[in-house]
Nanobody, 122 residues
Framework: VQLQASGGGLVQAGGSLRLSCAAS????????MGWFRQAPGKEREFVAVEIWSTFRTDYADSVKGRFTISRDNAKNTIYLQMNNLKPEDTAVYYC????????????????WGQGTQVTVSS
């Protein structure tokens, strides 16, 4: 089972990026899949999660209204559209999937991508 994240980069404040996470090794359509991020010196934090089968999504308060998580099951890929980026969004972003039910706690996730750096300049 592998998750491959991509799409990070350097962007000015107010700009946009779209992260992608391609899954392989099994089908993830029924599993919660999410995005987390970790800034230097900080703990990994929840960003967004969704379950395709129930159309349920959830977002951290800090990104609500700016970020959108989506999924393309045909491609076994999830996305994170990030708009109106702020310098405090700077972090390494990780995609993840878990067995079992819904969670926003990173320690409950079973599969992780390698991370992609997002840097937002002011």
């Amino acid at each position: 089972v592998q998750l491959q994240a991509s799409g990070g980069g350097l962007v000015q404040a107010g700009g946009s990026l779209r992260l992608s996470c391609a899954a392989s090794g099994r089908t993830f359509s029924s599993l919660p899949m999410g995005w987390f991020r970790q800034a230097p010196g900080k703990e990994r934090e929840f960003v967004a999660v969704e379950i395709w089968s129930t159309f349920r999504t959830d977002y951290a308060d800090s990104v609500k209204g700016r970020f959108t998580i989506s999924r393309d099951n045909a491609k076994n890929t999830i996305y994170l559209q990030m708009n109106n980026l702020k310098p405090e969004d700077t972090a390494v972003y990780y995609c993840a999937a878990k067995n079992g039910g819904w969670s926003t706690r990173f320690i409950e996730y079973d599969y992780w991508g390698q991370g992609t750096q997002v840097t937002v300049s002011s």
